[in-house]
């Protein structure tokens, strides 16, 4: 089981970048999916979540209104699009999945390095 995450790079504030997450080896289609991030020196944060059948997202407050997660099942791929990006959305952004709807996040991608400069 693979998650491969890319669409990463340098971006200045106020800028976009549409992050994905390819699975490969076993279908995600039937748990949540998520974005996590982690910065130098701080811990990995959740930063986005969405349930099996995309009804229900959640987002960690410092990223609400500006971020937007999406999957689309049939390619086995999750999405985060980030808007009006701030120089503290600086970080290593990771996805994840889950192996069965309620419990741990069992699977982790390689992440991608997200830059924003002031």
């Known amino acids: 089981v693979q998650l491969q995450a890319f669409g990463g790079g340098l971006v200045q504030a106020g800028g976009s970048l549409r992050l994905s997450c390819a699975a490969s080896g076993r279908t995600f289609s039937g748990v949540p999916m998520g974005w996590f991030r982690q910065a130098p020196g701080k811990e990995r944060e959740n930063v986005a979540t969405?349930?099996?059948?995309?009804?229900?997202?959640t987002y960690a407050d410092s990223v609400k209104g500006r971020f937007t997660v999406s999957r689309d099942n049939a390619k086995n791929t999750v999405y985060l699009q980030m808007n009006s990006l701030k120089p503290e959305d600086t970080a290593v952004y990771y996805c994840?999945?889950?192996?069965?709807?309620?419990?741990?996040?069992?699977?982790w991608g390689q992440g991608t390095q997200v830059t924003v400069s002031s």
């Open positions: 969405i349930s099996w059948n995309s009804a229900t997202t």
């Open positions: 994840s999945a889950r192996r069965r709807v309620l419990g741990s996040w069992d699977y």
